[in-house]
């Protein structure tokens, strides 16, 4: 009996490389001797790097960076060979500033960019990048000050990258983007299909997310509206994905070259999962909350479709919680859905004990697996 575990992380519990190893460790408690792999998954999000360079044991080293609102951070670059991994949140997440603090009009991407000079630096041919998790609206301005492009306002000067600064821009110098790039694949997850502009655009749809009122999401459109007109690449606004990141996505597609892919479908091409999981007998996967989204280009949608490609295999999906809509997934090639909590908790003690709710719980299904074997 071959089983792939391969879990997303449970958010704020589990990492997705911890959630395998308890997922393993309850199966072994029942059958020790099982053929099991373990293979880290993510999606474009919060573990997107972690995922790939467990599999691709990379190794892995701080940068220091300038954070959003300008101060020093330090940041992870992975290199695995000549092929980097980055999550943009390592240098320009949300999490770097307090919710009470956060500005997002000071806030802006030049750490991302000095990352990705140091990817260059390391000799990277390929560089793969994350989008999850930013705390910017700059529409990835910051991040091509970084890497050599210049801002101006009209009287001539450089200007910074922040929105506020932003705001007086009327002229952009494309020419000392660093020459590197041109010999580098960019590819970088994104898993969201918003435009840069309007209603469903990065200002309206991530800005609360971020600390930005009302006034202040109609002053960051604004913004990225004149750096749209002001870069000549009225093209590329619209497409799917400019919108991500605080408008990241625009910057990546508009000046550097860069292919936005689905985060899972690049994690699993990258690790290789459809290999791994061929010829298996079951696989155990899971997150931490479930609910009928999980199928919208999650890491478990990718999952599903991949195991169904390779001969209908069927899947377990262990959750801290199961949301409205979740029995959907059985028209997916799920053949269980388990809560991993089996007692009444507070969320705290759910998300302190989710390692060893996930051992126990897989330790169950692995009973009741053992048990219809026998009976058939």
């Known amino acids: 009996m071959k089983i792939v575990c391969c879990p997303d992380s449970f958010k704020e519990s589990m990492t997705a490389a911890q959630a395998a190893s308890a997922l393993a460790e309850g199966i072994r408690m029942v059958v020790p001797d099982a053929d099991i792999v ?17 599999a691709l044991n990379a190794r892995v080293f701080p940068v220091p960076v300038e954070g959003i609102q300008g101060y020093t951070v330090e940041a992870e670059l992975a290199m695995s060979g000549k092929t980097a991994i980055i999550e943009a949140a390592s240098a320009v997440g949300l999490g770097q500033v307090a919710p009470e603090y956060r500005d997002i009009r000071a806030a802006d991407t030049f750490g991302l960019g000095e990352l990705i000079l140091r990817a260059l630096d390391e000799g990277a041919t390929d560089i793969l990048i994350g989008l999850g998790g930013s705390g910017t609206n700059d529409g990835g301005a910051g991040m091509l000050r970084a890497l050599g492009m210049r801002f101006y306002d009209d009287e001539g000067d450089p200007i910074g990258t922040t929105p506020t600064e932003l705001e007086r821009l009327t002229f952009i110098d494309t020419d000392g983007l660093d020459e590197r790039l041109h010999n580098v694949t960019l590819r970088v997850a994104c898993d969201v299909d918003n435009p840069l502009l309007g209603w ?16 202040d999401i109609l002053f960051l459109d604004s913004v990225l509206r004149n750096f749209v007109e002001v870069s ?4 590329v606004h619209e497409l799917p994905g400019a919108g991500a990141a605080g408008g990241l996505g625009f910057a990546f597609l508009a000046f550097l070259g860069a292919r936005l892919e689905s985060g899972v479908d690049l994690v699993m091409e990258t690790i290789g999962l459809r290999e791994t999981i061929r010829g298996a007998t079951i696989i155990f996967t899971g997150e931490g909350s479930m609910d009928r989204q999980t199928l919208m280009g999650k890491t478990l949608s990718g999952i599903a479709r991949i195991a169904r490609e390779e001969g209908n295999i069927p899947i377990i999906a262990f959750a801290g919680h199961l949301g409205e809509g979740v029995e959907e997934l059985y028209d997916s090639g799920f053949v269980g859905l388990v809560p991993i909590v089996d007692k009444p908790c507070t969320m705290r003690d759910a998300l302190q004990e989710g390692y060893v709710n996930l051992v126990h719980a897989s330790k169950r299904v692995m009973k009741l697996l053992q048990i219809g074997a026998t009976l058939s």
């Open 38 to 54: 373990e293979v880290p998954m993510a999606d474009g999000g919060e573990g997107f790097a972690q995922s790939l360079r467990d």
């Open 200 to 215: 469903r655009g990065a200002s309206a749809v991530y800005g609360p997310q971020k600390g930005a009122t009302d006034e």
């Open 232 to 235: 000549g690449k009225d093209d």
